[in-house]
């Protein structure tokens, strides 16, 4: 009613005060959107077609071994020291095993017995472990085995599994990513019989090649840094990739076709590796060893942790370019863009020589199957995934969270509730992917796996099967390998029993580091 009584100049100052209103709602709007789009724009990165490749791919040197009483003995010491990656005009300070940055190759075969002796010379705490080895648990270089500055950790153990690519790193608890990070990580090819005779690709660094594949951030004085945007709901993402250490890095091919091991030794990025040519290759391998055939394909994804063996041929003279084109985290736009979902990356090149020697055809059978039943699992256990905790709980050392039998198989269902990529990773053990959310996964998952994507919101059902190292009283670990959420507790621990044993007590551990986390 009172405004029909209002007089016409007051119902045009009320109109004007009306417009004013909306107009600043409108700038304020707009400068909202205005600053949302540019953190929208400024959160992914492409680098392809825009990488130099004007350094020579740095090949990991293979670590020397020698045979003491049987054990076929290394060294690895873990060191800082500084590298010049090209960036900035500094040199960045890292750490290394035996070296500055990364670490050396090590190679056993199955059936050999293995010692390494690991010194750290680091101003702090260190651990190493053997991801994706079968060994007893107190060899396994996890949480719980630390090494003080000054001291030597001398693990050994009996190799009795499939060869594969693996990989060692620091897994000190709260300080994995951070060590990382700086550099502290290395190959671990284990041969075998059949993977000696198959005609795959195999010498070293001429058609065989690791690739130890790392985003990095630099600050302006050339040094690393953890790059943690604030929307991130992984943790630091790089914008500069490193294979082996190197910035744009290119690779002589002398041979028509060539084997990659790549490895994603990132802390929290998955990347979709293919060619910048979209040509196919042939999968040969993933993280448990060779799949039972090769699977033709234009891409792989690898989520933090993973690792696979590609065979790719080359024409002579032709250049090609390994990238990782947009990784289908299938997460919803925004965690996927804040994730990493929308970035791609030109990574190295391989130049093929004029005239190149010629390779066998990929064999088109490669490994047994790995042939675990559903219906011989002897317990089913349910882990959800969510924010930093696993079934709602954080990491606690001292904590046994499950226990298994010896030598069986069991069928874990690993469910993700947070809308956040995670992924899973077991350690002292092989599993199969039996479906997610109830689909059969593709031939890339038809191989032995220790680490698999969980992308938002789904169900993965996983075979496990538990090798005859029991123990206890000393865990393995379950977690997601994006380190982020493994430090801040996103872990858990089982042991491995003989029948009739019952969990024991987990011994204390210092599980601190000296030197504040993020002074680099
Ligand atoms: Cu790659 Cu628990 O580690
Ligand atoms: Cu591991
Ligand atoms: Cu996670």
């Known amino acids: 009613m009172t405004a029909i009584s209002a007089t016409p100049r007051a119902r045009r100052t009320g109109r004007r005060w009306v417009v004013r209103a909306l107009l600043a709602l409108l700038v304020v709007a707009l400068a909202g959107v205005g600053a949302l789009a540019l953190t929208w724009a400024r959160a992914s990165t492409d680098t392809?077609?825009?990488?130099?490749?004007?350094?020579?791919?740095?090949?990991?040197?293979?670590?020397?071994?020698?045979?003491?009483?049987?054990?076929?003995?290394?060294?690895?010491?873990?060191?800082?020291?500084?590298?010049?990656?090209?960036?900035?005009?500094?040199?960045?300070?890292?750490?290394?095993?035996?070296?500055?940055?990364?670490?050396?190759?090590?190679?056993?075969?199955r059936g050999e017995q293995v010692r390494i002796d690991v010194a750290n010379d680091l101003p702090e705490m260190t651990t190493v472990h053997w991801h994706g080895h079968e060994l007893p648990a107190a060899m396994d270089g996890g949480p719980h085995q630390e090494i003080p500055p000054g001291q030597t950790w001398s693990p050994s153990w009996t190799v009795d599994q499939p060869a594969a690519?693996?990989?060692?790193?620091?897994?000190?608890?709260?300080?994995?990513?951070?060590?990382?990070?700086?550099?502290?990580?290395?190959?671990?090819?284990?041969?075998?019989?059949?993977?000696?005779?198959?005609?795959?690709?195999?010498?070293?660094?001429?058609?065989?090649?690791?690739?130890?594949?790392?985003?990095?951030?630099?600050?302006?004085?050339?040094?690393?840094?953890?790059?943690?945007?604030?929307?991130?709901?992984?943790?630091?993402?790089?914008?500069?990739?490193?294979?082996?250490?190197?910035?744009?890095?290119?690779?002589?091919?002398?041979?028509?076709?060539?084997?990659?091991?790549?490895?994603?030794?990132?802390?929290?990025?998955?990347?979709?590796?293919?060619?910048?040519?979209?040509?196919?290759?042939?999968?040969?391998?993933?993280?448990?060893?060779?799949?039972?055939?090769?699977?033709?394909?234009?891409?792989?994804?690898?989520?933090?942790?993973?690792?696979?063996?590609?065979?790719?041929?080359?024409?002579?003279?032709?250049?090609?370019?390994?990238?990782?084109?947009?990784?289908?985290?299938?997460?919803?736009?925004?965690?996927?863009?804040?994730?990493?979902?929308?970035?791609?990356?030109?990574?190295?090149?391989?130049?093929?020589?004029?005239?190149?020697?010629?390779?066998?055809?990929?064999?088109?059978?490669?490994?047994?199957?790995?042939?675990?039943?559903?219906?011989?699992?002897?317990?089913?256990?349910?882990?959800?995934?969510?924010?930093?905790?696993?079934?709602?709980?954080?990491?606690d050392m001292a904590r046994i969270d499950e226990a298994v039998l010896a030598d069986t198989t069991e069928l874990w269902e690993i469910e993700t509730s947070d809308g956040a990529p995670h992924n899973f990773h077991v350690h002292g053990a092989r599993f199969t992917v039996l479906d997610i959310d109830g689909d059969t996964p593709g031939p890339e998952l038809s191989g032995w796996k220790d680490t698999v994507y969980l992308a938002p919101a789904t169900t993965t059902r996983i075979l496990v099967h538990f090798t005859d190292h029991a123990d206890p009283d000393l865990p393995f670990m379950i977690h997601c390998h994006l380190l982020r959420h493994e430090d801040r507790g996103m872990m858990a621990q089982f042991v491995v029993l003989n029948p009739g044993q019952e969990p024991g007590h987990v011994p204390a551990t210092h599980h601190h580091v000296s030197a504040p986390r993020g002074a680099r």
């Open 48 to 109: 392809t077609g825009q990488v130099a490749f004007d350094r020579p791919l740095a090949i990991p040197p293979l670590a020397p071994s020698r045979i003491e009483n049987g054990t076929r003995v290394f060294d690895l010491r873990a060191t800082t020291g500084t590298t010049d990656f090209g960036v900035g005009d500094g040199a960045t300070r890292t750490w290394g095993f035996n070296g500055a940055y990364l670490g050396p190759t090590l190679r056993a075969e």
């Open 165 to 395: 690519t693996t990989w060692y790193h620091p897994h000190p608890h709260g300080a994995t990513a951070d060590q990382v990070v700086r550099g502290m990580a290395g190959m671990f090819i284990l041969d075998d019989d059949t993977s000696r005779t198959l005609d795959l690709p195999d010498d070293y660094g001429v058609d065989d090649v690791p690739v130890v594949v790392q985003d990095q951030a630099f600050d302006g004085d050339g040094q690393f840094r953890l790059a943690e945007h604030p929307f991130s709901p992984v943790g630091h993402l790089g914008d500069t990739i490193l294979a082996n250490g190197t910035v744009g890095g290119y690779h002589e091919v002398t041979t028509e076709r060539i084997r990659l091991r790549l490895l994603n030794a990132s802390p929290s990025r998955v990347y979709d590796f293919g060619f910048d040519d979209g040509r196919e290759f042939a999968l040969v391998g993933t993280d448990g060893g060779l799949l039972p055939a090769p699977h033709r394909t234009d891409a792989v994804r690898l989520s933090p942790g993973e690792r696979a063996e590609i065979v790719v041929a080359l024409d002579p003279a032709e250049r090609v370019v390994l990238r990782s084109n947009a990784p289908d985290l299938g997460a919803d736009p925004w965690t996927g863009r804040f994730a990493g979902g929308d970035d791609r990356f030109d990574i190295l090149q391989l130049r093929a020589a004029d005239t190149l020697t010629a390779s066998p055809e990929v064999p088109a059978t490669l490994a047994e199957a790995p042939g675990l039943d559903p219906a011989d699992a002897v317990a089913t256990r349910q882990f959800r995934f969510s924010g930093v905790s696993i079934n709602g709980q954080r990491m």
